[in-house]
């Protein structure tokens, strides 16, 4: 009768931690999947200034030709 307990709580130990590690896997592919959404048009408007001085930024990047520049290919200089 003894074996029989244990086995039963061992049982439902299992089942717990199983349980609870597929509910850590669903809120981790809840948090990503809320991460991957697209702004909403108030944090659009909120941003866009934001946005638009790293757009400058990559453009004025990309242009440059000289020593460390991503054109030239020394890239290590630029980091």
Same mark, same amino acid.
């Given at each position: 009768?003894?074996?029989?307990? /244990?086995? %039963? @709580?061992?049982?439902? @130990?299992?089942? &717990?931690?199983? &349980?609870?590690?597929?509910?850590?896997?669903?809120? $981790?592919?809840? !948090? #990503?999947? !809320? !991460? $991957? *959404? %697209?702004?909403?048009?108030? /944090?659009? !408007?909120?941003? #866009?200034?934001?946005? @638009?001085?790293?757009?400058? %930024?990559? *453009?004025t990047m990309s242009n440059y030709d =000289? $020593? =460390?520049?991503? #054109?030239? =290919?020394?890239? /290590?200089?630029n980091l």
């Amino acid at each position: 009768m003894n074996y029989d307990e /244990e086995e %039963k @709580r061992l049982k439902e @130990r299992i089942s &717990k931690i199983n &349980k609870d590690n597929a509910d850590f896997l669903m809120k $981790q592919m809840a !948090a #990503k999947h !809320a !991460a $991957q *959404k %697209k702004m909403t048009h108030n /944090e659009l !408007a909120l941003n #866009k200034p934001l946005l @638009r001085q790293v757009n400058e %930024k990559l *453009k004025t990047m990309s242009n440059y030709d =000289g $020593q =460390g520049s991503i #054109k030239s =290919g020394n890239l /290590e200089e630029n980091l």
